[in-house]
Structure formats: structure tokens, C-alpha cells
């Protein structure tokens, strides 16, 4: 019996255990120990501006590897990632005023209260699926927005509620060093969390859901059940992304959460690559910077001057322009990019001799 080639491009996956691994190859491994190199030393290197970046886009990257557990994998549509991330964060917000607890209790609640959302406006998505679905979930960005209006009216914080810096270890945590390592840290945290989702069974059950839940049900998963897991448990990631937001800007106000917000997270999921934690992370990095890009080349611009008044606009409609690119052009998204140049570089010698490659 001759023996099995070998799979010199260390791509292929031969046994069950390939497929839950965290790095397929040596280089992905040494690639992730350089990346995580580059995240330590970053804030030691980079300037205020660049740190602030880099701090909203790991900010953005848990929101949005919560929206691609939902979408990306389990194929529940939803438009109100705002509502939850506003959710969380008046919930830290009013838990400080009021009661004047710590952050590491306000964060926890934050994310129950996410939880028993995602719970009641996921009852829905047990008779309704696409478009009805996301109009569903619509309504509870309206919810949660009408709420957090109605709350800052009347304890009169009209502009918005103050938050001191959270304390640890008696030590107050302001520094925007201080920080990035904790954002970094519970960005990480929900990445490894969102890894392990999809290794379990529900994560499994999920992608057959996503696939097609009448088949999905004739293999004997519980479909209700497991569409509820995915609500409740994204929501509660979602909301603990909103509560960091209030703890790191120090301010909450409602005028942050509208639509828009929750437009720009579909955004990072269909942009990186929709059913891809990857490409969740790729769409944050890419929305998060994509409005600096356009003011950076509108300033380079002759007469940016005159300009300088529908930045907001252009940056609006630059958005769509890329969205609609993506769509027609990249339907794969930042991801389909990558495995198409990372396909070239491994198949490079024996590429001309494939099928259908010319």
C-alpha cells in the first residue's frame, strides 16, 4: 500500500484534530508570534494619535466578533448592535451615578443586561428569519435609544453622563498606555472566547442553522435553543464592548449609538469577510480607519479649505461607495483578498498547471 503524499503547502486538513486547530502551519505561527510582538510594542513606540486608533479598533474588534458569532455564523441578521452597545454603556453609566459601584462590577452587569436582551428580542428569530428578522432587531436599538434619552433628560444630564476613571488595585487607570493593554487584553479575551463558541456544539449546531435550519432540525438540533445561545450570548459580548467604551471615554451620551453605528458594524463583518473571525477583526481595523483615510486625503486635496465643511458627507458617501464595491466586486470580503494572495504564494510553482488556471 503506498504511502499518502505529504501536503507541502501545510494548508490541507487530514484528520479532525487539523480542523480545530488555532495555527494550521509553522509560518501562521511564527506570523502570530510576530503580530503579538508588534501589539506589545506598540504603545511604546506610537504616538497619542496612533494609540487612540489603535484603541478604537480593538474596541470595535469585540463588537464586531460578536455581530459575525450572530450573522457571520449563525445567520441571524440584526441591526441592533447600537441599541446593545448603548445598552452597556448606560448601564455602566447609571450603575456609577447612582450607586457609585466599581468597574468591575458595572462591566459584568453590563453584560447580564446585554444577555436579557439578546433573551427577549431574540424570541423573534424563532418565527421570523431575513428581513423580518432584522426590523426585529431594529426595534430594540429604538428601545434602548428612547430609554437612554429618557434617562438623560430626566436626571438632567443633558449632555451626557461623566464617568470617572475606574480604579485597580487603588491604582487609577487613565493613561491611554494603561488603557490599550486592556482593551488589547479583553480583545484577546473575546477572540479566544469566540473561538472556543465555534469549536463547541453550539457552535457547530450554529453553522448548520446558518446553512439550513430545516436540515438542521431533521439532525436532531434544537434550533430554537440554540438561535436563543447565539442572541444571548453575543449580546452580553456586545453590551461588555458598550461598558468599555464608557469606562475608556470617560462620558456617555446617547447622540453616540444611533443607526449609523450599527450600519458600520454590518460593515466590518460583509468587509472582512463574512463567517470569518479573522475577517471580523480585518472589518474593524478597516471602518475604524477608513474615515481618517478620507480626511487625510481630502486635506492632500487642492482647495481643501472649502472641503473642510462636508467631511461627514463625503466620508458618508465614500462609505456606501465601498460598501457597494464589496458586494458586487469581493463578495468574500478582506478575506477572500488574503486566501486568493496567501492560494498564489502556496500553489506559486504548480499554479499554471491547475485546472482552470490557464
Known sequence: MSKPLPHVSGCMRLSYGDEFRL?????SRLAAFGFAVVLAMLPFVASPFVLD?????LLASIGALALMLLTGFAGQVSLGHAGLLA????????LF???????????????LVGGLLGLVFGLPSLRLRGLYLAVSTLALHFVVVYLGAEYETRRGF????????????????YAPREWYFILLAAALAALWISFNLLRSRSGRAWRAIRANETVAAALGIRVARHKLYAFVI????????GALFALYRGFVSIEAFSLYLSIQYVAMIIIGG?????????????????????EATMAALPGAGRLAGDVFAVNQAAFGVVMILFLVFEPEGLMGIWRRVRDWFV????????????
Not at 495555527?23 to 509560518?27: K, L, V
Not at 445598552?87 to 447609571?94: C, K, L, N, Q, R
Not at 447612582?98 to 462590577?105: G, H, K, R, S, Y
Open 23 to 27: 495555527f494550521e502551519t509553522r509560518i
Open 53 to 57: 486608533l489603535a484603541t478604537q479598533v
Open 87 to 94: 445598552a452597556g454603556a448606560f448601564t455602566t453609566g447609571i
Open 97 to 111: 451615578r447612582e450607586f457609585a459601584l466599581p468597574f468591575w462590577v458595572t462591566v459584568p452587569a453590563a453584560g
Open 158 to 173: 443633558s449632555t451626557g453622563i461623566l464617568i470617572d476613571p475606574p480604579r485597580l488595585f487603588g491604582h487609577e487607570i
Open 234 to 241: 453575543t449580546s452580553a459580548m456586545t453590551a461588555v464592548a
Open 274 to 294: 463574512m463567517g470569518s473571525l479573522a475577517g471580523a477583526l480585518l472589518g474593524a481595523l478597516f471602518v475604524t480607519l477608513f474615515p481618517y483615510g478620507i
Open 347 to 358: 500553489l506559486w510553482p504548480f499554479r499554471a498547471r491547475l485546472p482552470g488556471r490557464g
